[in-house]
């Protein structure tokens, strides 16, 4: 049964007709209006970016839409010190600014985290000239129907995102979470534009300052989020994301040792979780087939943490080999399955560029 339904859905993804069409009701089962769920949460990464170009407002609507629990915006600075949401502060990949004559000498080239790198950054725009923009794809090859939006969107603040938040609990009769992450916190530190001070503000002012507020700020850098907590007194709930090698920038401390058993009950004395690369949770084997889960999940629970690993897509080359269908790098394959073997493993949710496949594959794991 389940696997004939996949068929038939994932057909209708691959046709574009999820991207209209409402979730089938008999396939959630959301909590009533105002009532927590302990359900594992869908996290639609950068909104529905499978759908429609990553961190739009239209982006974060149509995951909330297709059922996501919360939307996941990446934040940086403007000049002017606004937080706005783009997966990188150089916004060649995801604007049209690189075809904006007007903007030709804003073109730089600057190291962040210990990277060099060439094209247009937003801290050297202003919100005003940063909304003469307009949003693109950022992965046109892969996904080529996203192209046919570039040029719609602007790129939106993320007090824009807290609106339509607000606009959308109220719509849809639901909570639906936001789980900004600071992009570069410490670079951002060094050229006077840091991040805490106004997320922090964002919060207090829009009443989402609290452990029980639909929030998680997320970080990759440790020490961001110990300022967060302790400088800038930040309650609502905060989640440390670890890369599957490296570490934190600025920070001697691999991510491994942060999520040993001692680093995992140091990091719970001030975050209420962990966002681990998903091979962290359960790894590759050496043919590239889905391996056997770790202990960090139980470990992470042991520590009194959710685990909410990244970042699960549908086309074949982010799937396990075992999970692929087809030669086709960027057909789809079994993601529904990849998602289902993931909370088995006892995840408490996870980010989904497909908002639509991550409630289905929690809908079918739980039975």
Same mark, same amino acid.
């Given at each position: 049964m389940a696997d004939r339904r996949q068929v038939l859905r994932m057909g209708a993804l691959a046709a574009g007709a999820a991207i209209a069409a409402p979730v089938i009701a008999s396939e959630v089962a959301f909590a009533a209006p105002g009532k927590p769920s302990n359900r594992p949460l869908v996290i639609g990464h950068r909104g529905a970016s499978g759908y429609r170009p990553e961190h739009t407002l239209a982006s974060y609507e149509l995951a909330a839409r297709l059922g996501a629990d919360f939307v996941e915006p990446d934040l940086v600075s403007t000049k002017d010190g606004v937080l706005v949401a783009r997966h990188e502060n150089e916004i060649s990949g995801t604007t049209d600014i690189a075809s904006r004559a007007e903007f030709a000498g +804003?073109?730089?080239?600057?190291?962040?985290? @210990?990277?060099?790198?060439?094209?247009? $950054?937003? *801290?050297? %725009?202003? =919100?005003?000239?940063?909304?003469?923009?307009?949003?693109?794809?950022?992965?046109?090859?892969? +996904?080529?129907?996203?192209?046919?939006?570039? @040029?719609?969107?602007?790129?939106?603040? $993320?007090? *824009?995102? %807290?609106? =339509?938040?607000?606009?959308?609990?109220?719509?849809?009769?639901?909570?639906?979470?936001?789980?900004?992450?600071?992009k570069h916190p410490s670079y951002f530190r060094s050229i006077g534009l840091a991040l805490e001070a106004p997320l922090a503000e964002a919060l207090r002012h829009n009443n989402l300052n609290k452990p029980t507020a639909p929030v998680f700020v997320q970080s990759f850098e440790a020490n961001n989020l110990r300022d967060l907590h302790d400088v800038h007194k930040v309650r609502a709930r905060l989640v440390f994301l670890a890369s599957a090698a490296g570490g934190p920038f600025g920070d001697p401390r691999p991510y491994a040792s942060y999520l040993s058993a001692d680093g995992l009950k140091e990091l719970s004395r001030f975050v209420s979780g962990i966002g681990p690369d998903k091979s962290l949770v359960i790894p590759r084997r050496a043919d590239g087939t889905l391996g056997t889960p770790t202990s960090l999940v139980a470990d992470a629970h042991a520590a009194g943490m959710v685990v909410h690993p990244y970042t699960f897509r549908a086309e074949n080359q982010f799937l396990p080999v075992d999970y692929r269908t087809g030669t086709d790098p960027n057909a789809y394959g079994r993601a529904i399955d990849e998602q289902v073997a993931f909370h088995r493993a006892g995840v408490d949710g996870l980010f989904t560029d497909m908002a639509d496949i991550g409630v289905l594959a929690r809908d079918f794991a739980g039975r």
């Open positions: +804003r073109k730089a080239t600057k190291v962040i985290d @210990g990277v060099t790198v060439t094209g247009w $950054f937003t *801290e050297d %725009l202003t =919100l005003a000239e940063l909304k003469t923009l307009r949003a693109v794809e950022r992965l046109p090859a892969v +996904r080529q129907r996203n192209t046919i939006y570039n @040029g719609l969107f602007e790129v939106p603040t $993320f007090q *824009e995102i %807290l609106d =339509l938040q607000d606009r959308l609990c109220k719509e849809l009769r639901r909570e639906i979470g936001v789980y900004p992450e600071t």
